[in-house]
C-alpha cells in the first residue's frame, strides 16, 4: 500500500513538474513572440481600381512569418487611402504608430521632418545583402528628406504621354517616336486642331490636360532649389515651359477642353499615368473608356534644354523611429520593397511598376503585363519603361512643398488663363514664394 501510495506521489509530482516546465516554455514563447504592426491602406495609390490591393501584402507576409519562425505580421483591413492620414495621426498620437507602414506623398515631407521616421542609413550601410542601386534612382531619391533616407520604395508610375493613334491616322499624321520633341508636339498639334463639322467651332484638339510642370519636367528644369530654401521660377527653363504650353494653349483659340472630349476621341494627346495606362488597356475598364479608337503611350516630348523626362511618383515604405522590432521590421521593409519576388506580384496584381530595375525591365513584366491585354495591343517595353523612371524627374522634399508648390501652380495657371506677362509674374511668384519658405 505504501509502496502504492509513494508509486502516485512521484506520478503526481512529476505530473506538476511537466505542468509548470511546459507552463515555463510557453511563457518563454510568449515573451520571445514578436509581433509586427504594419500600417496599410486598402485601394490604389493611384487612384485607379485594383481589387487586389492585399493580395501582394499577403502573400509577402505569409513568406515572411515562415521564414521567421515566431514572428507574425498583423494589419488592419479596411482603411481607405482618404482615411489613411487621419488613421495614422491617432495611432501616433496615442503612441500606438505600426512598426512599419506605408507612406502617403503628401505625407512623408512631415512625417520625415516630425523624426516619426526612422534614419535608415545604418540599416542599409551595415547589411551586405542590400545594395541601393538595385533601385531606379528617382524611386529611391523619392524616400529622401534632406539627403536622409527615411524611407523605401514600394512602388512607382511614372507620367506617360496617352495618343489617340486613329486621330493621328485620320489626319495622316506617324506616331511620333521616343525622341520627339516640343517642336513636334506643337506642329501635330497645329495640324489637327481644327473645325470638323463646318459649324465655326473648333471641335477636335491636340492637347488635354497638357500642363506648364509637364513641360518643365521635359525641359530640364525645376521649381525649387534641392534644399528647398528657394524658388527658381526665374529660371529661362520655368519661363520656357509656361511660354511653350501657352503657345499651345493658343491653338485652341479659347475653347475649354474637357475629358469628355478626348474619350470621344477628338484630342490627340493627354498626359497619364503608367497605372492608368494598365487599367485602361484592360477589361472591363477598357470598354467603359476609350474604346471608340485605338490609343498606346509614349514618352513625352522634350524641350531644349531637357530631355523625354516626366514626372515620378513613388508609394513609400518607412520604420516607426520608436520600434522596439528594428531588425525585423527592416527584414520585412526588405521583402517588401527589395525581394524580387515581391516586386514581380506588382505586375500581377496592381497597377504601378516595380521600383527594381531587374524586375520592370524583364520580359516577364512584359509577358504578365501582355496577358491583361487585347491580342495585337502593344506593351510597352521594359527597357523604355525603366528608363522613363530611371531617368524621371522628382521635385526636393522639404516640409513646406505641399503648399508652396500648390501655390505655384495655382499662381501660374492664373499667369496662363489671364494672359499676364511671363516673365514679370514669374519674377513677382518667385519672390512670394521665397518669401513663405523663409517664414
Given at each position: 500500500?505504501?509502496?502504492?501510495?509513494?508509486?502516485?506521489?512521484?506520478?503526481?509530482?512529476?505530473l506538476?513538474t511537466?505542468?509548470?516546465?511546459?507552463g515555463i516554455?510557453?511563457l518563454?514563447?510568449?515573451?520571445?513572440?514578436?509581433?509586427l504592426?504594419?500600417?496599410?491602406?486598402?485601394?490604389?495609390?493611384?487612384?485607379?481600381?485594383?481589387?487586389?490591393?492585399?493580395?501582394?501584402?499577403?502573400?509577402?507576409?505569409?513568406?515572411?512569418?515562415?521564414?521567421?519562425p515566431?514572428v507574425?505580421?498583423?494589419?488592419?483591413s479596411?482603411?481607405?487611402?482618404?482615411?489613411?492620414?487621419?488613421w495614422?495621426?491617432?495611432?501616433?498620437?496615442?503612441?500606438?504608430?505600426?512598426?512599419?507602414?506605408?507612406?502617403?506623398?503628401t505625407?512623408?515631407n512631415?512625417f520625415?521632418s516630425?523624426?516619426?521616421?526612422?534614419?535608415?542609413?545604418?540599416?542599409?550601410?551595415?547589411?551586405?545583402?542590400?545594395?541601393?542601386?538595385?533601385?531606379?534612382?528617382?524611386a529611391?531619391?523619392n524616400?529622401?528628406?534632406?539627403?536622409?533616407?527615411?524611407?523605401?520604395?514600394?512602388?512607382?508610375?511614372?507620367?506617360?504621354?496617352?495618343?489617340?493613334?486613329?486621330?493621328?491616322?485620320q489626319?495622316?499624321i506617324?506616331?511620333?517616336g521616343?525622341?520627339?520633341?516640343?517642336?513636334?508636339?506643337?506642329?501635330?498639334?497645329k495640324?489637327v486642331?481644327r473645325?470638323?463639322?463646318?459649324?465655326?467651332?473648333?471641335d477636335?484638339?491636340?492637347?488635354?490636360?497638357y500642363?506648364?510642370m509637364?513641360?518643365?519636367?521635359?525641359?530640364?528644369?525645376?521649381?525649387?532649389?534641392?534644399?528647398?530654401?528657394?524658388?527658381?521660377?526665374?529660371?529661362?527653363?520655368?519661363?520656357?515651359?509656361v511660354?511653350?504650353?501657352?503657345?499651345?494653349?493658343?491653338l485652341?483659340?479659347?475653347?475649354k477642353?474637357?475629358?469628355?472630349?478626348f474619350?470621344?476621341?477628338?484630342?490627340?494627346?493627354m498626359?497619364?499615368?503608367?497605372?492608368?495606362?494598365?487599367?485602361?488597356?484592360?477589361y472591363?475598364?477598357?470598354i467603359?473608356?476609350?474604346?471608340?479608337?485605338?490609343?498606346?503611350?509614349?514618352?513625352?516630348?522634350?524641350?531644349?534644354?531637357?530631355?523625354?523626362?516626366?514626372?515620378?511618383?513613388?508609394?513609400l515604405?518607412?520604420?516607426s523611429?520608436?520600434t522596439?522590432?528594428?531588425?525585423?521590421?527592416?527584414?520585412?521593409?526588405?521583402?517588401?520593397?527589395?525581394?524580387?519576388?515581391?516586386?514581380?506580384?506588382?505586375?500581377?496584381?496592381?497597377?504601378?511598376?516595380?521600383?527594381?530595375?531587374?524586375?520592370?525591365?524583364?520580359?516577364?513584366?512584359?509577358q504578365?503585363?501582355?496577358?491583361?491585354?487585347?491580342?495585337?495591343?502593344?506593351v510597352i517595353?521594359?527597357?523604355l519603361?525603366?528608363?522613363?523612371?530611371?531617368?524621371?524627374?522628382?521635385?526636393?522634399?522639404?516640409?513646406?512643398?505641399?503648399?508652396?508648390m500648390?501655390?505655384?501652380?495655382?499662381?501660374?495657371?492664373?499667369?496662363?488663363?489671364?494672359?499676364?506677362?511671363v516673365?514679370?509674374?514669374?519674377?513677382?511668384?518667385?519672390?512670394?514664394?521665397n518669401?513663405?519658405?523663409?517664414?
Open positions: 500500500m505504501k509502496r502504492k501510495q509513494k508509486i502516485m506521489t512521484l506520478v503526481a509530482a512529476g506538476l511537466g505542468m509548470a516546465i511546459y516554455c510557453q518563454q514563447n510568449r515573451q520571445n513572440h514578436i509581433t504592426e504594419f500600417g496599410m491602406f486598402t485601394g490604389s495609390n493611384w487612384d485607379v481600381a485594383q481589387a487586389n490591393g492585399f493580395t501582394i501584402i499577403d502573400k509577402a507576409i505569409a513568406k515572411f512569418e515562415q521564414t521567421h515566431g507574425t505580421v498583423h494589419y488592419y479596411g482603411i481607405r487611402k482618404d482615411d489613411y492620414s487621419e495614422f495621426s491617432r495611432k501616433l498620437l496615442a503612441g500606438e504608430e505600426p512598426d512599419i507602414f506605408m507612406v502617403l506623398g505625407d512623408f512631415q520625415a516630425m523624426g516619426v521616421m526612422k534614419d535608415l542609413g545604418s540599416l542599409m550601410e551595415t547589411d551586405t545583402d542590400f545594395d541601393p542601386e538595385k533601385y531606379f534612382t528617382s529611391f531619391v524616400g529622401q528628406y534632406e539627403s536622409v533616407q527615411y524611407a523605401l520604395p514600394y512602388e512607382t508610375v511614372p507620367t506617360l504621354m496617352f495618343v489617340n493613334k486613329t486621330l493621328l491616322t489626319e495622316g506617324d506616331m511620333p521616343e525622341d520627339w520633341s516640343w517642336d513636334d508636339l506643337y506642329e501635330i498639334c495640324k486642331t473645325d470638323t463639322d463646318g459649324d465655326g467651332v473648333l477636335q484638339f491636340g492637347t488635354y490636360n500642363d506648364w509637364d513641360a518643365l519636367c521635359s525641359n530640364g528644369g525645376g521649381i525649387f532649389n534641392k534644399k528647398g530654401t528657394e524658388a527658381e521660377l526665374t529660371d529661362v527653363k520655368v519661363s520656357e515651359a511660354k511653350y504650353v501657352r503657345s499651345i494653349n493658343e485652341y483659340n479659347g475653347e477642353i474637357s475629358q469628355e472630349d474619350n470621344g476621341g477628338r484630342v490627340a494627346f498626359p497619364l499615368t503608367f497605372a492608368e495606362y494598365r487599367t485602361y488597356k484592360t472591363p475598364y477598357k467603359r473608356k476609350y474604346a471608340n479608337f485605338q490609343w498606346d503611350c509614349l514618352t513625352m516630348p522634350a524641350g531644349s534644354r531637357g530631355g523625354n523626362i516626366s514626372q515620378v511618383n513613388s508609394l515604405m518607412g520604420i523611429a520608436n522596439k522590432e528594428e531588425k525585423m521590421a527592416w527584414e520585412f521593409l526588405k521583402l517588401l520593397t527589395y525581394d524580387e519576388e515581391t516586386q514581380m506580384n506588382i505586375f500581377y496584381d496592381s497597377q504601378g511598376a516595380s521600383v527594381l530595375k531587374n524586375v520592370t525591365e524583364s520580359k516577364q513584366m512584359e504578365i503585363v501582355q496577358e491583361d491585354m487585347e491580342e495585337g495591343d502593344t517595353n521594359g527597357k519603361l525603366g528608363k522613363v523612371i530611371e531617368e524621371g524627374h522628382v521635385e526636393p522634399q522639404f516640409k513646406k512643398y505641399e503648399q508652396a500648390a501655390l505655384t501652380d495655382s499662381e501660374i495657371k492664373k499667369i496662363l488663363e489671364e494672359d499676364k506677362d516673365d514679370s509674374n514669374l519674377k513677382i511668384l518667385q519672390r512670394t514664394i518669401g513663405y519658405l523663409i517664414q
